[in-house]
DNA sequence: GTTTCGGTTCTTTTT
DNA sequence: GAACCGAAAC
């Protein structure tokens, strides 16, 4: 295959091409801020197939789907269709791909579902109802599954963490573990995976099953992974294993971009690499072109009290431009009003409001902004919902019923399935269930009949729906058409039950619509479900184009705002309680420096112009008024790296 | 015995 | 917005 010639001097300055042209072996580079880590990454690539890799031996690990479809894009047009047989994903995808191919290996059926969040909650709740575990003090779902999930990504015991956690509290661990024990259990019987599960099966199809390490160690010569300090142990020690001693691992990352430690992420393995892999070269990429320096002093500024990094500063090569500004507000009210008039301002000196975003530590602190956005009508603006498109009810009840067609296990989906039908809850459908033996295949007469038999009369409508459906589950292929499954499941039922349901039906009506066009994209019914299940948000990456065509300003929060740049970035709400975070800083030390992290992510979003925004007071949840204290992030900073100014309306 | 309804409360971050 | 809880309705 014929590979376009890359002129790697002229493409790339001298430290990008160092790392890029790195000698085989392990290699580590520690790419700070705005400093061409993504290019740098592409280029390796660009560079192994250049060598003669065969791309098909390459194995490029990200962290999000934002990620590996830009970096599987730039490559695409760096190289051409040579880059098309590239194993390119998230660690998710790619524990995924191998389980799809050796589920048997570790002891489940290739069918398995993939449980995202919502429906891990509900197993959980379900769980602790079995258990009798009803009482007002013990932990909620999310609590007890923020604890199995850290114990699953930092391979330690739920008993352990679970004693840890409930020390101070009436709460028994040993009911915890029972909970967890219950839950590890019923995904073995749905035939379903949570996300920790995906990784943890994929580590062991490597420490459990020699062949199989043998095999994709020889596959994968290369092994690149991008935003290494967000890995956590499992992820780690499935590198280290996949790639072996001396192996060709090359890893990137920013020990100051660490910001996942609450899901288990431990910077701790980007800082011991060198100690891992004595042999690792390391490369320092510094020299930023994305902000000018007055930015970048402050960031430096603000993260360099952070203990246990690879210190760095990073090198302007810009012009100088103007200082961060510190803008001292009264209330919410006012700080609205201030990014809504400077954001006009800046357009009439030449920017457009697609070069300008907002950043928050938390949705809710973007509450007053919205609403003073959507009241006058002056500024066009989007916002990065912390809704998650496929965790929506209205998508979850339409796919419940693909679910079930593809893991006839899949209790969660028959019992949300059945729960739309009026006059039918979740006793009744647990019922059916066990009636029906704990497995209901749709697609066999003698099932469709059983449990039509069960069922309320008010609920024959609906039910006649899905009957029609799954009698033509097998003659009209619908297993390889998931849309029309939808379409004709809203035809007969849904589109009637949403109306009735939802007040705001006609959007859900529309998401629905896109999600069957998004459902093309795939062959299969089994293909469309495991990547929704992976993927928190529609297009995460087209969201962003859309918002330089149509020029509107942007609201996010800071953790979705990583990897991104803005000309113009407004950090609301920097006061002690709401940035940091009261509930960061409750937890320890750590926490804290992770805040401050992220606060350094969100200085280094700025290209041209940075506002910290210091609101003086807050409505309580009361209707008290709470004074503020600037940010203890701003007040650790010298004073003369930032412009203070005070805004009145 | 179940389901439905209405009011109340709380919002960190993501695969 | 959606999870939760208690009370009313089927």
Redesign the pocket.
């Known amino acids: 295959m014929a590979v376009p010639r890359i002129d790697f001097t002229a493409e790339l300055n001298a430290e990008q091409q160092a790392a890029v042209q790195a000698p085989d072996g392990p290699v580590l580079v520690i790419a700070a801020a705005g400093t061409g880590k993504t290019r740098t990454l592409v280029y390796r690539v660009a560079y192994l197939v250049e060598q003669g890799n065969d791309p098909s031996r390459i194995l490029l690990l990200t962290?999000?789907?934002?990620a590996a479809h830009e970096m599987l894009e730039r490559a695409r047009q760096l190289v051409g269709d040579g880059v098309s047989g590239l194993w390119g994903g998230?660690?998710?995808?790619m524990a995924n791909r191998l389980l799809r191919r050796h589920a048997g290996a570790v002891g489940y059926q290739p069918d398995y579902t993939i449980l995202?969040?919502?429906d891990t909650?509900r197993l959980v709740?379900l769980c602790s109802q079995e258990l009798k575990l009803t009482d007002?003090h013990f932990p909620?779902?999310d609590v007890l599954l923020s604890v199995f999930g850290l114990a699953a990504s930092t391979e330690q015991s739920v008993a352990a963490l679970a004693a840890d956690r409930f020390e101070h509290s009436r709460v028994d661990p040993g009911d915890v573990v029972a909970v967890y024990e219950a839950y590890e259990k019923r995904k073995q019987q749905l035939n379903a995976m949570d996300?920790?599960d995906l990784l943890l099966n994929g580590l062991r199809l490597l420490t459990e099953h020699d062949a199989l390490l043998e095999r994709y160690r020889e596959q994968f010569v290369h092994i690149l992974v991008d935003e290494y300090q967000d890995t956590n142990t499992v992820q780690s020690h499935w590198v280290d294993l996949l790639a072996g001693p001396g192996g060709n691992l090359l890893v990137v990352g920013d020990d100051f971009q660490s910001?996942?430690s609450?899901?288990g992420a431990n910077y701790r393995n980007i800082i011991t690499f060198p100690e891992r892999y004595p042999d690792a070269h390391v490369y320092y990429l510094v020299t930023n072109y994305r902000s000018v320096p007055e930015i970048l002093g402050m960031a430096n500024a603000c993260i360099a009290g952070n203990p246990l990094q690879f210190q760095k500063t990073i090198q302007p090569v810009r012009d100088p431009l103007e200082r961060p500004h510190c803008v001292s507000l009264d209330d919410g009210h006012a700080q609205a009003e201030f990014i809504i008039g400077e954001a006009q301002r800046l357009r009439s000196e030449g920017y457009a409001y697609g070069d300008m975003v907002v950043l928050y530590?938390?949705?809710?602190h973007a509450?007053e902004l919205q609403l003073a956005l959507a009241r006058d009508q002056r500024v066009p603006f989007v916002i990065t919902s912390?809704?998650?498109f496929f965790e929506?009810?209205h998508i979850k009840d339409v796919t419940a019923l693909l679910r079930l067609f593809a893991n006839p296990g899949d209790e969660l989906a028959f019992q949300r399935l059945l729960?739309l039908w009026?006059?039918?809850?979740?006793?009744?459908?647990q019922k059916c269930w066990q009636a029906l033996g704990g497995r209901c295949d749709l697609r066999k007469d003698a099932t469709r009949e059983r449990l039509a038999k069960g069922l309320p009369a008010a609920a024959r409508e609906g039910w006649n729906t899905v009957e029609m459906i799954a009698a033509d589950f097998d003659r009209h292929e619908l297993q390889k058409d998931p849309a029309e499954i939808i379409h004709r499941f809203m035809a007969g039922f849904y589109e009637d039950f949403a109306r009735e349901t939802f007040e705001?039906s006609d959007r859900r009506l529309e998401d629905l619509a896109e999600l069957m066009r998004y459902t093309h994209q795939f062959a299969t019914l089994d293909a469309f479900l495991s990547e929704m299940a992976?993927?928190?948000?529609l297009d995460?990456e087209a969201d962003a184009a859309v918002q330089r065509e149509t020029d509107v300003l942007r609201l996010s929060?800071i953790?979705?705002a990583k990897g991104l740049e803005w000309k113009v970035v407004f950090i609301c709400w920097v006061t002690e309680g709401m940035f940091p975070?009261l509930?960061?800083v409750n937890?320890s030390e750590e926490g804290l420096a992770e805040e401050r992290r992220l606060f350094y992510v969100a200085v280094t979003r700025a290209k041209d112009a940075l506002y910290c925004c210091v609101p003086r007071q807050r409505r309580g949840?009361d209707g008290s008024m709470q004074f503020l204290l600037p940010s203890q992030f701003l007040q650790e900073l010298p004073s003369d790296l930032m412009t203070a100014s005070r805004f009145r309306r």
């Open positions: 962290f999000t789907n934002r998230t660690f998710h995808h995202d969040s919502d909650r709740r007002k909620k779902p996300f920790d910001i996942y609450w899901r530590r938390a949705h809710y509450m912390g809704i998650r929506q009810s729960c009026p006059r039918l809850g979740a006793k009744t459908a705001n992976l993927q928190t948000n995460a929060t953790h979705q975070s509930r960061s937890e949840r």
